[in-house]
């Protein structure tokens, strides 16, 4: 986690976006992840993105990558009640290094 | 089908106790690995195996020693247990060694010290 850095927690209503933020500090990172941690779960994969793109779209996920500055979000359009986990971003450090999770609330 | 499966899901033991927990994947893939999750939920790798030999030990005390007797089951063995072992445990497989192949994970197994 002292690599990959990120908010701990995030509130949203449901139906608005949410923005989750990650930096991390690998340049040579070839993939860069978000996983997704119900309670009681494991991970889950959500999404991923190839250190050459700079967004990836995918259904109500959008996420951005700012190579120059190591900075990841991951964007959940029209929040709903089932988002509400911990996401964690992760770079391909060697071996999958995480961040420390964003606890996202999703509040009617 | 389950396709990374750990048991127990829950183990609850006390102190200087020794346990055990098994994991297992259906996925052929090549490379285990176990993550430790604290209570604050952050994940650390502890070791990683690729055809059933040792690649990751991190810094882990060497009361734990993980055991793989085949590419699909790694299992990792706790002695003497600590108060400050009480974490979930995550087991995950990956096709391949290395972060680029995104890895899946079992459910977890809960270890709680007393």
């Known amino acids: 986690g002292e690599d990959v850095e990120q908010s701990l927690f995030l509130s949203v209503r449901e139906g608005d976006s949410s923005v989750i933020n990650c930096t991390y500090t690998?340049?040579?990172?070839?993939?860069l992840y978000w996983y997704k941690q119900e309670p009681g779960a494991g991970l889950q994969l959500l999404t991923y993105?190839?250190?050459?793109?700079d967004m990836k779209q995918d259904q109500r996920l959008t996420v951005l990558l700012n190579k120059k500055d190591k900075h990841l979000s991951l964007r959940i359009a029209d929040t709903q009640t089932g988002d509400s986990a911990i996401y964690f971003c992760?770079?391909?450090?060697?071996?999958?290094?995480f961040g420390a999770g964003t606890t996202v609330t999703v509040r009617a | 089908d389950t396709a990374v499966s750990q048991t127990p899901k829950y183990l609850v033991t006390q102190m200087g106790n020794d346990k055990s927990i098994k994991c297992e994947q259906n996925?052929?893939?090549?490379?285990m690995y176990w993550y430790k999750q604290d209570s604050k939920k952050f994940l650390k790798i502890m070791f990683s195996?690729?055809?059933?030999?040792?690649?990751i030990n991190e810094t882990v005390p060497n009361r734990f020693s993980p055991k793989s007797p085949d590419k699909a089951h790694l299992n990792l063995h706790i002695n003497s247990l600590e108060l400050g072992d009480s974490a979930v445990y995550f087991c995950?497989?990956?096709?391949?060694?290395?972060?680029?192949?995104?890895?899946?994970f079992g459910s977890g197994t809960r270890l709680t010290v007393v």
């Open positions: 995950a497989s990956s096709p391949r060694q290395g972060a680029n192949y995104g890895y899946t």
């Open positions: 690998d340049s040579s990172s070839t993939y």
């Open positions: 993105i190839f250190s050459n793109m």
């Open positions: 992760a770079e391909s450090k060697g071996e999958l290094s």
């Open positions: 996925l052929g893939h090549d490379t």
């Open positions: 195996y690729n055809n059933k030999e040792l690649i």
